[in-house]
């Protein structure tokens, strides 16, 4: 379980807006295990709003881990050579990683791109979504897919080295100004984690606090002093919250999604979702989907 959390200055979130803004291409600040800690623009929810690459992941998980392989390469180049590294990836897209050093050591990634470059053409947008897209999706979706790859800019290889070169400048000023932390997070947030990784588990407080190495009646004081609920509240609000999410993504049954979420009686379910939520799960349902 990571027991860190971030904290990004307004200062930071500034820096990736205006870089933005004056490139045009996505910037994120990695941790050392290249997991985001966050990025301008946001990364998007909807599938119609994803860019190329993350659509492409989204029909097939195949070409993800090709993605973090040549991501995970790339950033053990930077840790031994403690410099900006711009890569092609499998694919021949652009994009760099730009090393934040505290003591000698990578602590954080500036990440950018992907760019294209003349090398990437409408054959590279057929051989990737032949290789990747299912033949079924790929015939409803094939103008959606072309539109997202004729969106990945095209950015003359000098010009991107720029961009690169002022974000190690960025680099420097995010490491002595500090515009990012990382600091240990509380008990309850660590909790709250705990929870989140294990919904469709069993869970009980004698798990949690184990996992949390601190006794059952120390638990429950900190939930009722930082939550001012019970474990039992906690637990069954977020199943609630996530049985929402299901009913809503899925096609599963009621009975179905309270087995899922490990409600041994589907009726004492939907009675747990009508008092939290005020409608049955049917009603939840087919109004939210009329939206």
């Known amino acids: 379980m ?17 870089f933005y803004l004056i490139s045009g291409l996505r910037v994120g600040i990695y941790d050392a295990e290249l997991n985001c800690i966050t990025d301008y623009p946001a990364h998007p929810d909807a599938y119609e709003d994803l860019h190329f690459c993350d659509k492409i992941r989204y029909h097939n998980d195949a070409y993800t881990e090709r993605c973090f392989a040549c991501d995970r390469q790339a950033f053990a180049h930077i840790c031994k050579t403690k410099r900006t590294y711009i890569y092609t990836c499998y694919e021949g ?6 090393p934040i050093l505290y003591e000698d050591s990578v602590a954080y990634v500036l990440m950018v791109g992907r760019v294209r470059n003349a090398a990437i053409t409408d054959a590279t947008f057929e051989r990737i979504v032949t290789n990747y897209v299912p033949t079924e999706q790929l015939e409803q979706e094939r103008d959606v ?10 950015i003359d290889p000098h010009l991107f080295e720029s961009y690169v070169y002022f974000l190690e400048l960025c680099a420097q000023s995010i490491y ?3 515009y990012v932390r990382m600091v240990e997070k509380s008990i ?7 929870v989140h990784e294990n919904l469709f588990n069993m869970i009980s407080i004698w798990d949690a606090a184990s996992a949390l190495s601190i006794s059952t009646s120390h638990l429950s004081r900190l939930l009722a002093r930082d939550l ?45 979702f009508k008092k939290k939520t005020g409608l049955t799960c049917t009603a939840f ?7």
């Open 2 to 18: 990571n027991t860190y959390h971030y904290i990004c200055t307004p200062e930071l979130m500034q820096m990736l807006k205006h």
């Open 93 to 98: 897209f652009t994009e760099a990683l730009i």
């Open 145 to 154: 897919l072309r539109e997202a790859f004729a969106e990945i800019p095209r």
């Open 176 to 178: 002595e100004h500090r």
């Open 188 to 194: 309850v947030e660590n909790f709250k984690d705990y």
């Open 228 to 272: 001012g609920m019970s474990f039992t509240e906690y637990v069954t609000e977020q199943k609630i919250e996530k049985a929402k999410e299901l009913l809503l993504t899925e096609d599963s049954s009621v009975s179905e999604i309270a087995y899922l979420l490990q409600f041994q009686d589907p009726n004492y379910f939907m009675r747990v």
């Open 285 to 291: 349902r087919k109004s939210e989907l009329k939206k």
